[in-house]
């Protein structure tokens, strides 16, 4: 039975007042919003792989790989398509079901959207889930990489309107809603959230809840990132955020948007075992898995497993699939098939 509505109206003294629930009675609400929609033993993991590092126009500032701030990030063209699917392969076998690939673009170039639709396809030939954060996207991008398979496009709104102009001054809010809107028209899962510890206020941050929620559909994702402090960027020594405001953040998610996935995003390195406990109990119910996230620190493989594990979380979960034997591995049979393409470059190579 549905108890929780599925809503497109709220307003933010609404979310507000969730916010401000007595915690047991905020995550209680949460928890059983979650079950209705979700086995809540089950955490989907997906792995999240930097395919283009650093130089990016846009001057996000809790950003390393903005091109505006010096934070000694080692920069990385786009990387070949083969090498995408080597760290594809490894991710299955880690356990990951979803594979997302980030590049620290503004728009993608049309030059490399063939290597980007190569991508996808070799991706999903591996059998995993694909999402891509490229972003913004006109419509016809957003036709292509749809057209070419693209389960998700991750495209965050951050923060609240209100609040956005004091993060990011080379793009607008509703340049991200428009970029949403051409992802959802061109029927691509959404995935899109926000960071909390930009100095927001905490009207701030179920403001921007409000907006993923009163879209005409919710986003299938939405990861609530904890900001990581990076040396160099306008947010080194923002304030810490604090754990149970963080978790409650997450709950309201849950209660405005029941059937979307709530992702606990970046920030998870810094995170206790207790207060991912209480993530996952507020409804959070999908991770990234691997040492890295694009350029950021993430838990080791192996403390996620022992965490999970002592949750009782992925009883079933395989985590060591039999990695394939190089004559049956699909990488190979693709990139030999892509050698024939015209298309093909090796984007790492001299002189690209
Ligand atoms: S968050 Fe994305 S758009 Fe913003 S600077 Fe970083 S890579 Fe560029």
């Known amino acids: 039975m549905t108890l929780t509505p599925i809503r497109h109206n709220w307003t933010v003294p609404e979310a507000e007042a969730l916010l401000q629930l007595p915690f047991n009675d905020l995550i209680f ?75 620290a673009w503004k728009n993608p170039p049309a030059r490399d959207m063939p290597y980007i639709v190569a991508m996808i396809k070799g991706v999903k030939e591996l059998g995993l889930e694909t999402c891509m954060t490229l972003g913004m996207l006109n419509a016809e991008q957003a036709s292509d990489l749809a057209q070419a398979g693209l389960d998700y496009y991750n495209h965050n709104l951050d923060t609240s309107p209100e609040f956005y ?30 960071i909390i510890g930009l100095g927001e206020k905490p009207r701030d941050r179920v403001a921007m809840l409000v907006q993923l929620a009163n879209m005409p559909e919710h986003p299938e994702s939405v990861p609530i990132n904890m900001l990581v402090k990076v040396a160099g960027t306008p947010l080194a020594d923002a304030e810490d955020v604090d754990g149970i405001d963080f978790v409650r ?43 890295k996230l694009l350029t950021t620190a993430n838990p080791g493989v192996n403390r996620d497993r022992e965490l999970l594990t002592k949750l009782g979380i992925n009883r079933d979960h395989q985590w060591n ?27 790492m190579a001299e002189g690209n």
Do not use: W
């Not at 993060?167 to 809603?177: K, Y």
């Not at 810094?270 to 996952?280: C, P, R, T, V």
């Open 321 to 347: 699939e039999d990695h394939f034997t190089p004559d049956s591995c699909p990488i190979r049979a693709f990139h030999e098939r892509e050698k024939r393409n015209e298309h093909y470059y090796d984007a």
């Open 249 to 291: 953040t997450i709950a309201v998610a849950k209660i405005m948007m029941p059937a979307a996935t709530v992702r606990l995003s970046a920030g998870r390195e810094q995170m206790s075992d207790e207060l991912q406990a209480l993530a996952f109990l507020a409804g959070a119910s999908s991770i990234f898995l691997g040492e």
């Open 165 to 194: 102009g004091n993060i990011i001054t080379t793009r607008t809010f509703s340049d991200r809603l428009q970029t949403l809107a051409h992802v959802r028209e061109a029927g691509m899962n959404v995935c899109s959230g926000g």
């Open 29 to 103: 609400q949460a928890q059983q919003a979650h079950r209705e929609h979700f086995d809540p033993n089950e955490v989907q993991i997906s792995t999240l792989l930097s395919i283009k590092t650093g130089a990016c126009p846009e001057d996000c500032k809790y950003c390393p790989q903005s091109g505006h701030y010096n934070t000694g990030l080692k920069k990385e063209k786009l990387v070949a398509v083969e090498k995408v699917l080597a760290e594809a392969r490894r991710a299955k076998a880690s356990g990951a079901t979803r594979f997302c690939m980030g590049a």
